[in-house]
């Protein structure tokens, strides 16, 4: 059980470009940053309106001369200090993820992005290269599989309590985007504009979610191919989609069903994972993420709780609050950032022996979602039809 020691010799010097005070996830990510005394929050460019910016980055306690305009303002006031950022989180709109990474790297700065990381591959692969060549770690926040029932889910796959995977069953889906987006925010609309959300809208957006925590917890089962259908109940959001399924067959026979859609009217917004082997089943939900349902063939059901002596070692060491109390969307997020400070802080000390077993979402994991979906959209630009994954 994680119980607040310090993991790593002293906070990193923390900065945010973009989840400022309009943003719709800045907070989640002070929220997992800020929680373990791992970070300390030094500088930001937190808004397209810099005066706005200023004001809510003072209001965090961010002194006002290390608030700026721009990211490029950021990176020309920090790189000449001797206290200057060291690792930055990049909160924007999809469509400048690659240019302020790259100039981050660039400048000798650690990045933690939002996903989906970039719009293509090739993007990814360039960065990956860059980030390589210096020395240099990129998060992607996957904020959801800090939760230690993951981490159960994934030991007991690994364990071969489940048997042979036969079936992934995956549901993220809400309500939130059934009416047009007339009255949208701005923080909603550039969402569903493709020249700013990139080639999806549901599937990126949260979609990926589903996508990265099946390989959390199935790390050896591999795509052969898929199908995706996706469609724009409001047409004004074509050509990108606000419900999509995705057909999976895996490399060991297995099958897989993905349902990704922000028109489940009346849904308040819930991820739902099913996986199936040939013993037992396991199932977990965001909406009780104390609970693991675990079905075993011929037994009567179980309900394995969080923080229980009889769950695997992988999940008590990241449990934080213990059994008795509530573990929530927060102590994910702070699971993530710890984790991502760790591979940093070794990064810096050239451990790379703690690097090859140290699990977090970085580089590779944003670089395999963003496989996912080019292969999810050439499928659905041809019709819906069956693709090798590539």
């Known amino acids: ?94 469509f400048t993820h690659y240019e302020i990474t790259k100039a981050l790297l660039n400048a000798g700065i650690h990045v933690i992005c939002e996903k989906p990381l970039f719009f293509t591959v090739a993007e990814c692969d360039e960065i990956a290269a860059l980030a390589e060549e210096k020395g240099l770690i990129v998060g992607v926040t996957y904020g959801f599989t800090g939760h230690p029932l993951v981490r159960q889910m994934a030991a007991m796959v690994a364990k071969g309590m489940l048997g042979e995977i036969r079936i992934v069953d995956l549901q993220y889906t809400h309500g939130f985007n059934a009416g047009d987006d007339s009255d949208a925010s701005e923080a909603q609309k550039w969402r569903t504009d493709p020249a700013k959300s990139g080639p999806t809208f549901v599937l990126g957006d ?34 990108l989609e606000d419900h999509a399924t995705v057909l999976t067959h895996y490399d060991n026979g297995a099958r897989g069903r993905l349902w990704v859609s ?83 802080d070794a990064k810096r000390r050239g451990d790379e022996a703690f690097l090859k077993t140290h699990r977090y979402p970085g580089i590779e994991a944003g670089t395999e979602g963003v496989r996912w979906l080019e292969n999810c959209v050439r499928s659905a630009d041809a019709g819906g039809s069956w693709v090798e994954f590539e």
């Not at 917890?217 to 959001?237: G, H, M, N, Q």
Request: net charge negative; with cysteine.
């Open 1 to 94: 059980m994680y119980n607040g020691e310090k993991l790593i010799e002293r906070p990193l010097r923390w900065g945010m470009v973009g989840g400022g005070r309009t943003g719709q996830v800045g907070y989640k990510h002070r929220t997992g940053a800020l929680r373990d005394g791992t970070y300390q929050l030094v500088a930001g460019a937190f808004d397209l309106d810099a005066e706005r910016g200023r004001d809510f980055g003072t209001n965090l306690g961010v002194a006002p001369d290390r608030c700026y305009a721009t990211h490029q303002d950021l990176i020309a006031g920090e790189t000449g200090r001797e206290d200057g950022v060291e690792v930055v989180s990049v909160a924007t709109p999809n």
């Open 206 to 239: 949260i979609g990926t979610h589903l996508y990265y925590l099946s390989e959390v917890v199935l790390p050896d089962l591999k795509i052969e191919r898929l199908l995706c259908d996706r469609k724009a109940f409001i047409p004004s959001r074509a050509p």
């Open 262 to 344: 922000s028109v489940n009217a009346g849904n308040m917004g819930s991820q739902r994972y099913r996986f199936v082997g040939s013993k037992a089943s396991v199932e977990w939900s965001d909406s009780h993420p104390d609970q693991l349902l675990f079905e075993v063939q011929g037994e009567p059901n179980r309900i394995l709780h969080h923080g229980m002596p009889y769950l695997e070692e992988e999940s008590l060491a990241v449990d934080r609050m213990g059994a008795l109390h509530t573990e929530g969307l927060g102590d994910s997020w702070a699971n993530i950032y710890l984790w991502i400070a760790q591979a940093i």
